[in-house]
């Protein structure tokens, strides 16, 4: 495990808690670098959403909780949020959550010429996920995904 993951892992198993306790369920947790600053992300849903003051009380009681075990050695911000309407599929758990809702995705490489597709995430494993694609089942290979998000229906 990286760094990197083991730095996600223990910040979720710290916000595990905090989230109980506050009533919402954690999404996501990524440290990534962006533009040269390291960002430390926590995303929070429950059933109706999250608002601002949900995400500021989870933000101050996990800043604590991160200054107490002062485990990263990098600088970093701390980000709090909802993961959104169009929000990334990465995890199993997220791929099971979607089951029957409309994805758009995009592949590294084009298949027959293309690399974005949409349609209903029908099936997934640890190495696929199937698409249906204007009826017809697509099957997508993990690794080939560059991005998996629910489709924003405007």
């Not at 506050?22 to 962006?34: A, M, S, W």
Request: with cysteine.
């Amino acid at each position: 495990m990286s760094r990197k993951e083991n730095i996600e892992r223990k910040t979720e198993e710290m916000l595990a808690p905090i989230a109980e306790q506050i009533g919402v369920e954690i999404y996501d947790v990524e440290f990534v670098k962006e533009a040269g600053e390291w960002y430390l992300r926590a995303y929070i849903d429950r059933e109706g959403g999250v608002d601002i003051n949900t995400c500021v009380d989870v933000s101050r009681a996990l800043s604590d909780e991160l200054d107490k075990e002062d485990f990263i050695e990098e600088a970093y911000t701390l980000e709090v949020s909802s993961p959104g309407l169009g929000r990334t599929l990465k995890k199993d758990r997220h791929f099971q959550h979607s089951i029957g809702m409309e994805i758009d995705l995009k592949t590294f490489q084009p298949i027959d010429g293309v690399k974005e597709f949409s349609g209903i995430l029908k099936a997934f494993d640890k190495d696929t996920i199937t698409v249906d694609i204007n009826g017809e089942d697509k099957i997508f290979q993990r690794k080939e995904l560059s991005v998996v998000r629910l489709a924003l229906d405007f």
